[in-house]
């Protein structure tokens, strides 16, 4: 099913920590006609709303995921998604306070993207550039493009 080019793109992020919640959000906020970011507080609650789109609905075009959250963490509901057929070659990046190799390995075997967390708001535009890097080329394109439109 091909999008329509007005609908917006859906980013799914996952955080436990509600400030990280509305930084991303707010870094996302140009964008805010082109793109819907929809948050979840704990890795349960994002897997099950990835479950619950239905195969009408738009897949998001990008899941962000924090590592450390309870009840699961980022690591265990990027497995689950990397096992779902419909879901599996969604972009996914794990956006963490960790600098550990051994999680950028997991990242990297698991095809998910790395970036560590930002220490100030003044580096989050940066990061909001390399969130969308991420995206499908379809994506990257109609952003640029509706940007361009401003």
């Not at 969604?90 to 550990?100: E, G, M, N, R």
């Amino acid at each position: 099913m091909k999008k329509s080019l007005n609908a917006k793109s859906i980013i799914l992020y996952a955080d436990d920590d509600i400030d990280d919640l509305q930084l991303v959000q707010d870094a996302f906020a140009q964008y805010n006609d082109h793109v819907e970011v929809v948050t979840a507080t704990d890795g349960v609650k994002a897997l099950s709303y990835i479950e619950s789109i239905s195969a009408y609905d738009p897949a998001p075009c990008l899941i962000i995921l924090d590592i450390n959250m309870p009840r699961m963490n980022g690591k265990e509901v990027l497995m689950n998604i990397r096992e779902m057929d419909r879901f599996k070659d969604i972009p996914v990046i794990l956006f963490t306070t960790s600098s550990q190799p051994q999680d950028k390995a997991f990242a990297a075997q698991n095809k998910a993207g790395f970036i560590t967390k930002p220490l100030d708001i003044r580096q989050m535009e940066i990061i909001t550039d390399q969130f969308i890097n991420h995206c499908t080329d379809e994506v990257k394109r109609h952003l640029k493009r509706k940007i361009s439109d401003l």
